[in-house]
């Protein structure tokens, strides 16, 4: 149980372009779900915590027009990078927290970003 | 303020060695988790275990234990006998409760060498 995925897995797009994220909880509901950020040999970094129903919590720092997110629905939350830039590449996680379990965060299999 | 610490960023060992990855937190709450996950080299990042602050019972699974000791902030990952398979990056975190975001440290790189 507890299962997350991510779409894509890797993408590769050119400097300018909007790239969508998706991050789904396959087997339980999630009325929140973080999104994280992870540069090479380094640890996680939260970028924002999205609630399902309602706007992005974003931490300080991470410009929101920049990184879009929504969560419409208990299952999926979604994040896009618009106008990506190469500074923007970089790895990044999803995770939602089981309704049933609310202590625990389960991750996604995270999604390779290459800005061009 | 919340901080996992990890003073160990990689551990080479020789399989079927033991070996024991630290974490040392700081918290002001009273009421926390603490938790481990492992990120092999595909990415992903898989729970391991979650401990709440009120619960100082060590745990085993399998080759798998942990020791949290409230005195000294400390929630250590001991693997017996490890294996090839258990080459990965493993970070230990914190969250206070009320869930709340979790606080992850650095990361111990951990190769095991055939």
């Known amino acids: 149980g507890a299962v997350v995925s991510q779409h894509p897995s890797r993408v590769i797009c050119k400097s300018g372009t909007s790239v969508k994220i998706e991050c789904r909880s396959l087997?339980?509901?999630?009325?929140?779900m973080f999104w994280y950020r992870q540069f090479p040999k380094k640890s996680l970094m939260l970028m924002a915590t999205s609630n399902e129903g309602s706007k992005a919590t974003y931490e300080q720092g991470v410009e929101k027009d920049k990184f879009l997110i929504n969560h419409a629905s208990l299952t999926l939350s979604t994040l896009t990078v618009t106008s990506a830039h190469p500074e923007d590449s970089s790895f990044y996680i999803c995770s939602a927290r089981d309704q049933r379990v609310q202590e625990t965060q389960y991750f996604g299999p995270g999604t390779r970003l290459l800005v061009l | 303020a919340q901080k996992v610490t990890q003073a160990q960023t990689e551990i080479s060992v020789v399989e079927k060695e033991d070996v024991t990855l630290d974490c040392v937190y700081e918290t002001r709450d009273t009421t926390y988790y603490l938790f481990w996950y492992k990120q092999p080299p595909s990415g992903e990042l898989v729970f391991l275990i979650r401990?709440?602050?009120?619960?100082?019972q060590n745990e085993i699974s399998g080759r798998y234990s942990w020791n949290f000791q409230k005195s000294t902030s400390s929630f250590n990952f001991t693997i017996t006998a490890s294996q090839v398979v258990d080459s990965a990056v493993y970070f230990c975190?914190?969250?206070?409760?009320?869930?709340?975001?979790?606080?992850f440290g650095i990361g111990t790189k951990l190769q095991v060498i055939p």
């Open positions: 401990r709440n602050s009120f619960d100082e």
């Open positions: 087997d339980f509901q999630a009325t929140t």
């Open positions: 975190a914190l969250s206070p409760g009320g869930y709340q975001k979790v606080t």
